[in-house]
């Protein structure tokens, strides 16, 4: 099988969506089994061996936060994506916290989609994110980081990240008190969708300055280290 190759399991009640969808994945080179509403999908996944899911919340008979959880349950290290209708923080939310890999609101795109897919797909084939793994939740002070989810908390309140954030917070945390290189987040980073060097590079400015906002309210701070790259280390008080 090709690396970006998966059997696809498409939970979704609008039959054109779905058709859509697996015509479109199948194009991609995936297999595709199509499902209409929760029973089916629980039964599914019962006897079919899948590499991802991808899930509308807005099921009949079985929601699909109600199957997100079913298969947590079963089986923990299955990616899923799930489809919200709203754009409402509530839905990712509780879809995350329920155990989805990724998320996308409806209408959306179908390129974004197989982006989104793929990248889903590479890390749960990665060993550090892998279901057989058990990794430990990292902490710093009131941040924690849950890898196999993945998702970030301050507190209690959870840090919303795009997945670039979270690769390069997973890579200072992991490295806390020691310099992370401009090269090792570029090096996490490719691969991602979209992602060039050059444009990588630059990013890498902006996306510091947003995570340092986003990390205001801690005890922690990340140091330009001139020259070498970039320090996770607690606020000097
Ligand atoms: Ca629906």
């Not at 061996?49 to 997100?68: F, Q, S, T, W, Y």
């Not at 709203?86 to 390129?111: C, S």
Request: charged content about 25%; aromatic content about 4%; hydrophobic content about 45%.
């Amino acid at each position: 099988m090709l690396a970006g190759m998966a059997h696809l399991l498409i939970v979704e009640d609008d039959e054109l969506l779905r058709d859509a969808l697996s015509a479109q994945l199948k194009l991609a080179g995936h297999t595709v089994t199509p499902a209409a509403d929760g029973v089916q999908a629980q039964a599914l996944l019962e006897g079919t061996r899948c590499d991802a899911v991808i899930l509308d919340l807005g099921l009949p008979k079985v929601n699909g936060m109600e199957v997100l959880r079913w298969i947590r349950q079963r089986l923990a290290a299955l990616p899923v994506l799930i489809l919200t209708a709203r754009d409402g923080v509530d839905d990712r939310v509780q879809g995350l916290n329920a155990g989805a890999d990724d998320y996308l609101t409806k209408p959306f795109n179908m390129a974004e989609l197989q982006a989104r897919l793929q990248s889903m797909l590479r890390r749960s084939r990665l060993p550090a994110f892998g279901g057989t793994l058990e990794l430990p939740t990292n902490s710093l002070g009131r941040l924690r980081l849950d890898a196999k989810l993945p998702l970030a908390w301050l507190g209690d309140e959870p840090l919303e990240l795009t997945q670039r954030e979270w690769m390069l917070l997973s890579l200072l945390v992991a490295n806390a008190g020691q310099v992370v290189s401009r090269e090792d987040v570029l090096a996490a980073w490719q691969g991602e969708p979209g992602e060039s060097s050059a444009a990588g590079s630059n990013a890498l400015e902006v996306y510091i300055h947003r995570l340092r906002r986003k990390l205001a309210d801690t005890e922690l701070n990340i140091r330009n280290v001139r020259g070498l790259g970039y320090m996770l280390e607690p606020a000097t008080p």
